[in-house]
């Protein structure tokens, strides 16, 4: 039984804390530029709030929940709204909405701020006095294209996140892989059935349709346990696991069911739809990789291995056999499959292009077997 956060809490969390890390970063330079420009002076104290150590902590702390409500709107409320515009017309939209929440935003943070420099009561006349000729000076201009500039480098961070992957973006901040470093992972290749049957009935428009919905659909059972997509290649998925991560919990077995339980709960929708509901098969192997940044025009996370090569030989072996999942001896041989999955296997295969032969085991879910 897992403790604590879920997987998808905890990568939602991981996308919602930059959002306050940008929002507190540019804030403080923000008010510390403006502070050594003026000797930390308040030269307009009609509209101007002096920067006092309450004021800068209270500041602070504003700004940060300001970034984490906008990263939380974008993971739960906003995410999906605007899927289907483009990158530029995404962020238009988005700013747009932004820009009358900030203004909101303002309402109820400025009074406070007044109050806490002026030491009275936020509902004080004079506290709104302060206020109201703020709204109508310079300076609260000059805070909204401050704010907006917060908003555009947050909502800029979110869209390059969602187009590399938090993984992959998080991975080039860190330098993880700017030199390539060997590592064991496990991999999966998982491949859609008659999927060129399915493309010639729907068309190309309705097809790319059909596959971002399956993709989509597929994405919660990946983050549960813990996998990273790799590569969507047409309509395969190759996904990967640090082998930790992989093996715990069976999670690499695990991830395979769950996204089987998760399309077939979509049936009925897929049907009605497209007339077509999507079924797929896998295999699964586990290897040393080389991992590292490559890319001269555009880089990316790059993995180079035998183990790849073999997981897409094994995956190709499913039609052989009339099954949807096959795994290696090799993988199977850390885990303990006994209690809840029935293995067959298919014996020691020579598989294209390796010299030496591998077993290969077909798995089904036991529960499945007794209903």
Not at 156 to 178: E, M, P, Q, R, W
Not at 335 to 348: A, F, I, N, Q
């Amino acid at each position: 039984m897992r403790n604590g956060l879920s997987p998808k809490t905890k990568r939602n969390l991981s996308r919602i804390i930059p959002f306050g890390v940008i929002w507190l970063l540019v804030g403080w330079f923000d008010l510390l530029t403006d502070a050594a420009a003026t000797g930390n002076k308040n030269i307009n104290p009609a509209v101007e709030i002096t920067l006092t150590p309450t004021v800068f902590i209270f500041a602070s702390l504003a700004v940060t929940v300001v970034g984490l409500s906008i990263g939380a709107l974008e993971v739960y409320a906003l995410k999906d709204l605007f899927s289907k515009h483009s990158f530029t017309r995404k962020l238009f939209y988005k700013f747009g909405f932004y820009t009358f929440f900030l203004f909101l935003v303002i309402v109820l943070t400025y009074p406070l701020a007044a109050s806490l420099e002026l030491n009275r009561s936020p509902v004080d006349p004079a506290v709104w006095q302060k206020f109201y000729s703020f709204l109508l000076s310079g300076s609260f201009l000059s805070t909204m294209i401050s704010l907006a500039f917060s908003t555009f480098l947050s909502l800029f961070y979110a869209g390059i996140s969602d187009n590399l992957g938090h993984n992959v973006l998080l991975n080039f901040f860190t330098g993880k892989y700017h030199k390539p470093v060997e590592e064991n992972r496990i991999f999966m290749f998982l491949d859609m059935k008659s999927s060129t049957a399915i493309a010639e009935r729907l068309g190309h428009i309705r097809y790319f349709e059909f596959l971002r919905e399956y993709y989509n659909d597929l994405s919660d059972a990946i983050v549960e346990h813990l996998g990273q997509v790799y590569q969507y290649v047409g309509d395969e998925i190759v996904i990967s696991w640090e082998i930790e991560e992989g093996l715990s919990d069976f999670n690499c077995i695990r991830c395979f069911f769950k996204m089987k339980d998760a399309l077939s709960a979509k049936e009925a929708h897929y049907l009605k739809i497209y007339g077509v509901a999507p079924t797929f098969k896998a295999g699964i192997h586990l290897g040393l990789v080389t991992t590292g940044e490559i890319g001269a025009l555009k880089k990316e996370i790059f993995f180079t291995g035998d183990v790849l090569n073999v997981t897409a030989r094994i995956q190709g072996l499913c039609a052989t056999y009339g099954e949807e999942l096959l795994v290696s001896h090799l993988l199977l041989s850390q885990l303990d499959m006994s209690r809840d999955y029935r293995l067959t296997s298919h014996g020691e295969l020579k598989l294209k292009g390796r010299v030496k032969p591998i077993e290969i085991f077909s798995i089904r879910d036991a529960q499945l077997q007794r209903v």
